[in-house]
């Protein structure tokens, strides 16, 4: 994949965080927080843990941005000037054998808070399989399903689209060393 060019990067800062009629110019403030845990390391205690055995692993985390522009819109949902941003997200994974494992991630996304008719929510599941090569390795099998509110539409339009795709299937393979 290629690097995004500098102009590219300001063009797509300026469409969706700015606003076009600002030229650009603004304040951005971004603030993320993301916690994981896992209960068998914590029930474990001084104990060596195992990490191939059964295990809950649990993941939580946001991130909330705010902008300040020189748009002169006012309280317009489409306008940048004092919007909020923030998206949150719970997932939980249980490795049940040393093979396999099952998880479930829930997530909301707000972008807008001039418009909550725009925020929309994620629900996604997935099977892990692992093998004991030397390397590391998975196949994941995932299903995801999006709720869209009945504004909600592509970034960088503020057209609402008659059909976004809701679901994903997907297989995803990962080996590393």
């Not at 403030?29 to 055995?53: E, Q, T």
């Amino acid at each position: 994949m290629a690097a995004a060019r500098p102009a590219d990067v300001r063009r797509d800062l300026t469409e969706r965080w700015l606003g076009v009629d600002t030229g650009g110019t603004g304040q951005l403030d971004v603030i993320g927080i993301n916690y994981s845990g896992s209960l068998g390391r914590i029930l474990s205690g001084d104990k060596p843990f195992d990490a191939n055995g059964p295990d809950l692993l649990l993941n939580a985390g946001a991130v909330f941005a705010y902008t300040r522009t020189p748009s002169t819109c006012g309280d317009a949902p489409a306008c940048f000037d004092n919007r909020f941003r923030h998206k949150w997200g719970v997932d939980g994974q249980y490795n049940f054998i040393r093979y396999m494992a099952g998880g479930l991630r829930f997530d909301r996304v707000v972008p807008n808070s001039k418009d909550s008719s725009e925020t929309f929510h994620v629900l996604a599941a997935r099977l892990i399989f692992k093998t004991d090569w030397q390397s590391r390795e998975s196949i994941m099998l995932l299903y995801a399903k999006w709720f869209y509110g009945p504004n909600t539409h592509p970034e960088n339009s503020s057209v609402v689209a008659p059909r976004l795709d809701d679901q994903l299937i997907a297989i995803n393979v990962n080996i590393w060393w």
